[in-house]
Each structure stands twice: as structure tokens, then as C-alpha cells.
């Protein structure tokens, strides 16, 4: 078992102003909480801790033409909504409802039903793109068994409760590390599916390509669907005109080939859709490390 972290006052004094927010925000009615909270984060919280100027820096890198309002535009829509993502995930059978409400799309769909049916394994792999929880959530509503691999936060008092909220939204997850990997392997073999996020920085990951430049991203998704037969399928939820809607795509799955050349295809692919909708993707991380990133 993982030592607990030590106390941190500031870890604790940011957890407080989170809990305080997400508390206030859930007593408002769902259409108006969500909206709220993403004009909060892009608004008064990204300017504070640079997410805008991590934005700028990371399309200068990777779309040097942007026209400079089409940037400063995505600079703001961005944190926008990653708050919007933040309090959906809080807002537990709401969210589930709006997920699940509208009908899944893309080649995948009749393949994600054949290996149901037959219990085949599924690596449901997406990227910080709309909001990445919400195709879990609709599969979950829809009987599908889906575990998610997740990484535990820094902030220990902030993690304790979100780990909570997403469980509210389905269940098993899985932290990263032996107990937890060893409990996703049972689960896997046992035929559920298991949903990734693969569009991080990893320092050990493999050097390929994202929007033309190197990025270090991690083999797993494909090296598990080689070791367990399992299907490697691109899924996710963008989201609508209304900011509050999606659009469910599962993708057709990615072709058994080499660890490399899967990832890659799960890089393109990922590529495709933000290219399609700029101020979706999560530009605050730094996913091109010692890139200028």
C-alpha cells in the first residue's frame, strides 16, 4: 500500500476553495451550474494559474498560423470547458442522464456489441477531449461493463472526493500501481472493458507524434489489447452546441499491429477529432515537454 502524503497546507487550503465552489454550484439547478462553473474556471481561476498562457504556448507550438482572435478565443473556451467537465463529473445521476441520452455513433458500435455479447476484452482508450467521462457513463447506463484505469492526484483531501465522484459514476476503477493493476488484469480477463486516457506526457513513454511534433505517450492501451486478445477501440464525447449535450462516437477498432503503430493510430486519431474542434481538447497540459511546451 502507497505511504499517505504528508500534510500540505497549501494542497489543503486549495482543496477547501474547491470544496466550497463544487458545493455551492450543486445546490443551482444543472443548466445553470454547469455554464457557471465553466465562466468560473475561465474566468477568474485559468487567468491566475496561467492556463491561458499554457494554451497560447501550446497551439504557438504545434498551429504557429492561428489567427491571433481564433487563439485567444480557444484560450478561453478551453478552461471554460474543462470547468464545465469538472462539475459534471460532481453532478453524478444529472450528468449520467445527459450522457446516455442521446444514441452511440461511429464505425465501432456494432463491434463494442459483438465482444459484449461474446465477453471479449475492450481497451476503450480517449483522450482530455469534451468530457472524457462521459463516454463511460453512457456505456455504464447501457449495461456495458467498463473499469477505468485512473491516476490518483497530488492532492490527496482533493482526490479523496474525487475519486468518489467518478465512482458514483460506475464502478470498478482501478488506481495506478500493483494493487491496482493486478485488479484491472482480473477484470480484463474476465472479459469487461477497461477506458484509458492516453494523451499525456509520459517520461518513459515511446517518442511519436502529435499535431506533427514529438510526444512521449505510453504503449499500454496496446500493449494489454496484444496481451489479452482484446479490442482496441477509440471512443468520445464531444460536445454539443449547447454546452451541455454529446455526441457519443465510437470509432471503429484499431487494427492489431505492433504496440508502436497502434499507439500512433490512437495518436491520428485523437488528432482528427481536435482538429475538428480546437477548444475541446485540454491544451493546458504540457504534452510536448521540452518542446517550448
Same mark, same amino acid.
Given at each position: 500500500?502507497?505511504?499517505?502524503?504528508?500534510?500540505? *497546507?497549501?494542497?489543503?487550503?486549495?482543496?477547501?476553495?474547491?470544496?466550497?465552489?463544487?458545493?455551492?454550484?450543486?445546490?443551482?439547478?444543472?443548466?445553470?451550474?454547469?455554464?457557471?462553473?465553466?465562466?468560473?474556471?475561465?474566468?477568474?481561476?485559468?487567468?491566475?494559474?496561467?492556463?491561458?498562457?499554457?494554451?497560447?504556448?501550446?497551439?504557438?507550438?504545434? *498551429?504557429?498560423? *492561428?489567427?491571433?482572435?481564433?487563439?485567444?478565443?480557444?484560450?478561453?473556451?478551453?478552461?471554460?470547458?474543462?470547468?464545465?467537465?469538472?462539475?459534471?463529473?460532481?453532478?453524478?445521476?444529472?450528468?449520467?442522464?445527459?450522457?446516455?441520452?442521446?444514441?452511440?455513433?461511429?464505425?465501432?458500435?456494432?463491434?463494442?456489441?459483438?465482444?459484449?455479447?461474446?465477453?471479449?476484452?475492450?481497451?476503450?482508450?480517449?483522450?482530455?477531449?469534451?468530457?472524457?467521462?462521459?463516454?463511460?457513463?453512457?456505456?455504464?447506463?447501457?449495461?456495458?461493463?467498463?473499469?477505468?484505469?485512473?491516476?490518483?492526484?497530488?492532492?490527496?483531501?482533493?482526490?479523496?472526493?474525487?475519486?468518489?465522484?467518478?465512482?458514483?459514476?460506475?464502478?470498478?476503477?482501478?488506481?495506478?500501481?500493483?494493487?491496482?493493476?493486478?485488479?484491472?488484469?482480473?477484470?480484463?480477463?474476465?472479459?469487461?472493458?477497461?477506458?484509458?486516457?492516453?494523451?499525456?506526457?509520459?517520461?518513459?513513454?515511446?517518442?511519436?507524434?502529435?499535431?506533427?511534433?514529438?510526444?512521449?505517450?505510453?504503449?499500454?492501451?496496446?500493449?494489454?489489447?496484444?496481451?489479452?486478445?482484446?479490442?482496441?477501440?477509440?471512443?468520445?464525447?464531444?460536445?454539443?452546441?449547447?454546452?451541455?449535450?454529446?455526441?457519443?462516437?465510437?470509432?471503429?477498432?484499431?487494427?492489431?499491429?505492433?504496440?508502436?503503430?497502434?499507439?500512433?493510430?490512437?495518436?491520428?486519431?485523437?488528432?482528427?477529432?481536435?482538429?475538428?474542434?480546437?477548444?475541446?481538447?485540454?491544451?493546458?497540459?504540457?504534452?510536448?515537454?521540452?518542446?517550448?511546451?
Amino acid at each position: 500500500m502507497a505511504d499517505t502524503p504528508p500534510f500540505t *497546507l497549501r494542497h489543503w487550503l486549495q482543496d477547501r476553495a474547491l470544496r466550497a465552489l463544487i458545493w455551492l454550484l450543486l445546490r443551482l439547478p444543472y443548466r445553470v451550474r454547469v455554464p457557471l462553473c465553466g465562466w468560473v474556471i475561465s474566468r477568474l481561476v485559468a487567468p491566475l494559474a496561467g492556463y491561458r498562457q499554457r494554451v497560447r504556448d501550446n497551439l504557438a507550438l504545434v *498551429l504557429p498560423d *492561428l489567427p491571433s482572435a481564433e487563439v485567444e478565443r480557444i484560450a478561453r473556451a478551453v478552461p471554460d470547458n474543462v470547468g464545465r467537465t469538472v462539475i459534471e463529473i460532481y453532478s453524478g445521476p444529472e450528468f449520467i442522464a445527459h450522457a446516455v441520452s442521446h444514441p452511440l455513433t461511429g464505425g465501432g458500435v456494432a463491434a463494442l456489441e459483438e465482444a459484449h455479447r461474446d465477453g471479449r476484452p475492450v481497451i476503450l482508450v480517449t483522450g482530455h477531449f469534451g468530457n472524457y467521462d462521459a463516454s463511460r457513463a453512457a456505456l455504464i447506463a447501457r449495461g456495458y461493463r467498463v473499469g477505468a484505469l485512473y491516476m490518483p492526484m497530488a492532492n490527496r483531501y482533493f482526490n479523496e472526493h474525487y475519486v468518489a465522484a467518478i465512482s458514483g459514476i460506475g464502478t470498478p476503477l482501478f488506481p495506478r500501481g500493483r494493487a491496482g493493476m493486478a485488479n484491472m488484469v482480473r477484470h480484463l480477463k474476465s472479459g469487461g472493458m477497461l477506458g484509458l486516457l492516453v494523451d499525456q506526457h509520459m517520461g518513459h513513454g515511446e517518442p511519436l507524434t502529435f499535431f506533427g511534433e514529438q510526444a512521449l505517450t505510453a504503449l499500454s492501451a496496446a500493449e494489454l489489447a496484444l496481451k489479452y486478445n482484446a479490442l482496441l477501440v477509440p471512443t468520445y464525447a464531444i460536445r454539443g452546441p449547447d454546452g451541455l449535450s454529446f455526441d457519443i462516437i465510437v470509432e471503429a477498432p484499431i487494427p492489431h499491429n505492433t504496440p508502436e503503430a497502434m499507439t500512433q493510430a490512437l495518436n491520428d486519431s485523437l488528432e482528427a477529432l481536435v482538429r475538428g474542434h480546437l477548444d475541446q481538447w485540454f491544451w493546458i497540459h504540457r504534452r510536448w515537454k521540452g518542446k517550448d511546451s
